[in-house]
């Protein structure tokens, strides 16, 4: 019988030699198969990028500021509901009782009316342009409404002499803090895009006074001109703001004794 190298059967032959390759192949085509089914077993056949299932960041946000705005007139309207089953015999004397009011007035829990200013703010258009001579093109910084513009207009309206201030359709109180996220305003929960309004109650001309001797407003004036920033004051005549209708808890403060 031949031995040479071609005889089947004999551990040289071409055709019984081991192939590591070829097993190789085939484990790499069963690891695609396995990540093709696994794909298609979590999208279950729709679109991931386009699926209106998955909500948003954005939508999430005004979502839960929707929901705290409902929140809120719930809360409100308890609130009514409790002090007018107290009001029927709470066993208190009129003293206490105007002075339970008086707090609840500075509080700012309680509606106030008279006559009242609205100042209004905007982000500048887009595609603005430095409208003066000497100013750089403006950035984008530039253009949109910040923190402390918001905040430069209602310190300017309590130093007038407001006896009540409402952002947007919020009131706020001593514990309200104006924050913005990009161009957006947070307050107490709820989520607004501009342009922002606020109004307080007061003396109109007080208030416009107090308005035009602030330093930071002067300052957002010049980005008004030169950029075109939005800014309207305007006098409303008798206006009644709501009390503040959200939680009065303190949680990181405790009153003076």
């Given at each position: 019988m031949s031995n040479s190298a071609d005889s089947p059967g004999t551990g040289s032959s071409p055709r019984g030699r081991f192939r590591p390759v070829r097993v190789l192949t085939a484990a790499v085509f069963a690891l695609a198969g396995l990540i093709f089914f696994t794909s298609f077993n979590t999208a279950k056949g729709t679109d991931i990028r386009t699926d209106a299932s998955l909500l948003k960041l954005s939508d999430l946000i005004?979502?839960?500021s929707r929901e705290n705005g409902e929140l809120d007139?719930?809360?409100g309207a308890l609130r009514d509901d409790v002090e007018?089953?107290?009001e029927r015999d709470d066993g208190s004397t009129k003293a206490e009782d105007d002075k339970l009011a008086a707090l609840e007035k500075k509080?700012?829990?309680q509606k106030v009316t008279g006559e009242a200013v609205t100042v209004t703010l905007n982000d500048a258009p887009p595609d603005a342009t430095a409208k003066l001579p000497g100013y750089p093109?403006?950035?984008p910084d530039y253009l949109v409404i910040h923190q402390q513009d918001l905040q430069a207009v209602v310190n300017a309206l309590w130093l007038g002499g407001a006896k009540g201030i409402k952002v947007m359709d919020q009131r706020l109180i001593s514990t309200s803090a104006v924050r913005c996220v990009g161009n957006t305003l947070i307050l107490q929960g709820r989520v607004y895009s501009p342009p922002y309004k606020i109004t307080a109650v007061g003396d109109p001309e007080k208030l416009q006074k107090a308005l035009a001797?602030?330093?930071s407003i002067q300052n957002y004036m010049v980005y008004v001109n030169v950029y075109g920033l939005g800014w309207k004051v305007t006098e409303d005549g008798t206006v009644t703001l709501p009390g503040y209708s959200g939680t009065v808890d303190l949680q990181y403060a405790k009153p003076v004794e």
């Open positions: 005004q979502e839960r007139e719930t809360n007018a089953l107290a509080a700012g829990t093109e403006p950035q001797a602030s330093p």
